[in-house]
């Protein structure tokens, strides 16, 4: 009881305790609301969690002396913008005060009018269920009306500072891929082992396994980050070549062209792409994570070797 009672009376220190609790990575979301007014809210939040499963119940808190607290007490509705790797620049955006943090925000009005935000990793609509006192903070709790699961890898923050989901390196077993683990194909083994077809594809593979999380990482789909790194190189001469040099159906290039025109990273003229200046930084950073990427699985050969090996590839893949 005595040692109770001491724990009691111990005084906790709000920027160490903030710090310790730095050490819990969170994901970042954008919670959104409208009143009956017309007057819209939204701030970036890492306090999101679920609650329960059945009914679906999430909850976050919100500061008792935001400004926006009384549009989120008004609404019957709010949203939860769970946010991709590459939307840091809307985070900053709706974490500041005193500006118009819609003003050239893409978005569209969801269940009780609440803002969903385009391009995050998912978006849950919440009734507003409670509201209960949390010392400084009020605890909201959303029932979930309807969600949105995007796939796009989310935007993590992690003591003070923005990060990204990568798996985790005991999870990559290299050797994954064992043709003969049953005896099978013994026969042909070797033969099967300087077959180009099936080693170009086994090697594909297995570059990618650590290649495709980095740039996942970034909040771009695949088919976006191509895009972007084609019309970034100017290797496609038109609009019509791109499925060609992306490896995707036109209906995909499309679809990744739109959220990137959205983003403000590309435009379109007579059945031409063109990188905006945002797009091209953009591009840029996918070409660092790509040649970083390059460098690190060919560092044991030779330049000569690197050489060669690219030679070929190009030479099979008809590149002149």
């Given at each position: ?151 796009r890898s989310p935007l993590v923050y992690h003591q003070g500072a923005y990060s990204g989901v990568t798996p985790h390196p005991l999870l990559?077993v290299k050797g994954s891929v064992d043709l003969d683990a049953d005896g099978v194909g013994e026969m042909h083994q070797g033969h099967l ?122 030479d099979i893949a008809g590149v002149k």
């Open positions: 009881m005595n040692a109770l009672k001491i724990m009691d009376n111990v005084q906790i220190d709000p920027m160490k305790f903030r710090r310790a609790l730095g050490n819990f990575a969170t994901g970042v979301t954008i919670m959104t609301a409208q009143n009956a007014e017309g007057e819209k809210v939204g701030v970036t939040a890492n306090s999101f969690n679920s609650v329960s499963l059945d009914p679906a119940l999430i909850l976050w808190s919100i500061d008792k002396n935001s400004s926006s607290f009384h549009v989120f007490e008004q609404a019957t509705h709010f949203a939860v913008n769970i946010l991709s790797g590459s939307q840091i620049e809307l985070s900053n955006k709706f974490s500041r005060r005193n500006i118009d943090k819609y003003e050239g925000t893409s978005y569209r009005e969801g269940a009780g009018t609440a803002p969903i935000l385009d391009n995050c990793s998912a978006v849950f609509e919440c009734e507003r269920h409670q509201i209960l006192e949390g010392g400084d903070h009020w605890i909201i709790v959303g029932k979930v009306v309807n969600f949105h699961d995007e796939g990559q082992h300087r077959n180009v077809c099936y080693l170009m594809s086994r090697a594909f593979k297995f570059y990618q396994n650590d290649y495709i999380p980095k740039q996942l990482v970034t909040g771009f789909r695949t088919s976006e980050a191509r895009l972007l790194l084609v019309l970034g190189s100017g290797t496609a001469s038109s609009k019509a070549d791109l499925p060609r040099d992306i490896a995707m159906p036109m209906r995909e290039v499309e679809q990744a062209a739109e959220i990137l025109k959205k983003d403000e990273l590309l435009v379109e003229n007579d059945g031409f792409f063109k990188l905006t200046d945002k797009g091209k930084k953009t591009a840029h950073y996918l070409f660092d994570i790509a040649d970083s990427h390059q460098n690190e699985v060919l560092a044991k050969y030779s330049k000569d070797e690197q050489d060669s090996f690219v030679k070929i590839l190009r």
